[in-house]
């Protein structure tokens, strides 16, 4: 599975912004799906995820009520749409997809998690920045 992020920009405090992930690959459906994010000077942090079907989503502290994770598996897509934004969300975005944990748990997404462990994630895609300004 190859991962190819998009959508990040330059926009002003209380802007929206829409991230996309597009897997490629014939397991690209069957998997949890996550979006990371690393601030200049910091350690990468975890954002949202969702997993395989979309049943169950998970969301940071920090942007929950602003940002919303889904997912179209027709279109192997994850999307991250980001209301509300803060010059705090300034960062590079990545997406991410854990196929271990989709393969051993099946239909028991709702037992899934590892979902803000890094560590799980077997395909990272290549980041894309998002710069919002005060």
């Known amino acids: 599975v190859q991962l190819q992020a998009s959508g990040g920009g330059l926009v002003q405090a209380g802007d929206s912004l829409r991230l996309s992930c597009v897997a490629s690959g014939r397991t690209s459906g069957f998997a949890g799906m996550a979006w990371f994010r690393q601030a200049p000077g910091k350690e990468r942090e975890f954002v949202s995820a969702i997993s395989w079907t979309g049943t169950s989503e998970y969301y940071a502290a920090s942007v929950r009520g602003r940002f919303t994770i889904s997912r179209d598996n027709d279109k192997s897509t994850v999307y991250l749409q980001m209301n509300s934004l803060k010059p705090e969300d300034t960062a590079v975005y990545y997406c991410?997809?854990?196929?271990?944990?989709?393969?051993?748990?099946?239909?028991?997404?709702?037992?899934?998690?590892?979902?803000?462990?890094?560590?799980?994630?077997?395909?990272w895609g290549q980041g894309t920045q998002v710069t919002v300004s005060s």
């Open positions: 991410a997809a854990d196929l271990s944990s989709a393969y051993r748990l099946g239909s028991a997404e709702s037992a899934w998690d590892t979902y803000s462990d890094q560590e799980q994630y077997d395909r």
